[in-house]
């Protein structure tokens, strides 16, 4: 007999917020393992993003959803709640209370941004003794988050979180999150919980995505028409404006300009999909600070997730940039693994995104640990950045073997056993 498991995700395709993958990817794979997903989600009719019907079409149609309504944003937002779970709050409740009382439910996943819904663990656990799994794609509680004025609307979230997230916690019967990094600062700011009840699993890739992308009848127009003597250098996802490795890469293109003139002329980087809005340019803003704004192209609105993918395929090369945070990891490399194409990419070097891409290869990954160290990496950058234009074929492939821990049927997996051990131990 298959055991049952809720997927509690605000965020479900067609959503396009990028966290709706995990839940997107268990939801297709846990059957396999011998759990039947219930996703318990807000209706997209609620939601404020443009949805993506393409994304939706890859959850497998047996997928048990259930979908439930949130207050209108325009009437919540002048109280100062725009976020998703807090408008959909009692229907939430109301629909996973009721799970719980009809159906043999084997344990509970929570996954978040956002977070709030963590905090249903604690009575989950008093009122149906069901364990619970809190997964955390990004940190609640962060060291960006601590840096905010107190007064400012990220400082209050901040400390909104300080206070909320210990109490989730104490409902948990495991946690998972993106890096093991952030599992080490949440064992150091919670010695009191069992840190063998945590695990870092990586959102991963689903191959599968590239066979619909191959079946679509469409072709995707990603808003910039490539001349046929440009090298085009793509870098798809959000782009924070506090990241200094993006004005770093700009360094080294202009770098490059100096250098080699007549490789840099031919470079254009390609941004789409970094801020959401279609009248914030960020890219472009940095860009231009350095003085490259002329070879840069950027799409800032979120792009329909096949989209996103033809972007990466049709692409001479793939850019992964990433925070200097050591915990940072990045959904958007395993795609970019998938899809063949040469890359280069600078992270952290305590990330996971970086260990895996160096491992995988098909690329050149490049690290840093301090910003002395990161304002060091112009050369190498113009130089990574050459290799892509001048001699791609050089890169070589990934590894398929180096980043198939890390495919949807993988990850699920590691899941079940998740559920399959705390469903068969004593609550905490």
């Known amino acids: 007999m298959k055991r049952e498991v809720i997927i509690l995700s605000p965020y479900f395709p067609p959503s396009t917020i990028a966290g709706v993958h995990r839940a997107r990817h268990l939801a297709k794979h846990l059957p396999a393992t011998g759990w039947q997903p219930i996703v318990l989600c807000v ?15 890859l959850v497998p149609g047996s997928v048990e959803t259930i979908k439930v309504q949130a207050l209108p944003a325009r009437l919540t937002r002048c109280f100062g709640l725009g976020e998703i779970s807090l408008r959909a709050w009692a229907p939430m409740q109301r629909a996973l209370f009721r799970l719980l009382a009809t159906r043999p439910i084997g344990a509970v996943l ?9 905090l249903f663990a604690a009575e989950i656990k008093r009122r149906f003794d069901v364990p619970v799994v809190l997964d955390f794609q990004d940190p609640w509680v962060s060291s960006w988050g601590a840096e905010q004025p107190a007064a400012s609307k990220a400082g209050i979230s901040h400390q909104l979180a300080t206070w909320l997230e210990p109490r989730a916690l104490r409902g948990a019967d495991f946690v998972t999150s993106v890096s093991e990094v952030q599992n080490d600062q ?3 700011r ?18 599968d ?3 619909a992308l191959r079946r679509a009848p469409k072709h995707f127009a990603d808003g910039a028409e490539m001349r046929t003597d440009e090298i085009r250098l793509s870098y798809v996802g959000t782009l924070l404006p506090h990241w200094p490795t993006v004005r770093m890469l700009f360094r080294a293109l202009k770098k490059l300009r100096a250098d080699d003139p007549l490789v840099a002329r031919r470079i254009r980087l390609h941004f789409a999909g970094t801020t959401g809005d279609a009248a914030t340019y960020r890219a472009l803003s940095l860009a231009d600070e350095e003085g490259v704004a002329d070879a840069v192209r950027e799409t800032p609105k979120r792009l329909p997730y096949l989209e996103a993918l033809s972007v990466l395929s049709r692409s001479h090369g793939i850019l992964l940039i990433g925070s200097d945070e ?5 959904s958007k490399i395993y795609p970019a ?8 990419s600078l992270y952290h070097r305590s990330s996971s995104a970086h260990q895996v891409l160096s491992a995988a290869g098909g690329g050149r990954a490049l690290a840093f640990d301090t910003p002395e160290e990161l304002g060091s990496l112009e050369g190498p950058l113009a130089d990574g950045l050459r290799v892509l234009a001048e001699s791609p074929e050089s890169l ?11 495919e949807a049927g993988n990850i699920a997996a590691r899941f079940a056993q998740i559920f399959d051990r705390v469903s068969a131990q004593p609550a905490m």
Do not use: N, V
């Open 337 to 344: 693994l998938m899809s063949g194409r040469p890359f280069l």
């Open 190 to 207: 919670y010695p009191w919980f069992d840190g063998t009840r945590m695990a870092a699993i990586p959102i991963g890739g689903d191959r």
């Open 326 to 330: 050591p915990h940072y990891t990045a």
């Open 110 to 118: 929570i996954t978040g941004a956002p977070f709030y819904p963590m």
């Open 186 to 188: 949440m064992r150091a």
């Open 396 to 406: 070589g492939h990934p590894d398929p073997k180096a980043f198939r821990p890390y």
């Open 43 to 57: 209706h997209e009719a609620c939601h404020e993003q443009r949805l993506d019907p393409d994304l939706a079409a």
């Open 209 to 211: 995505d590239f066979a």
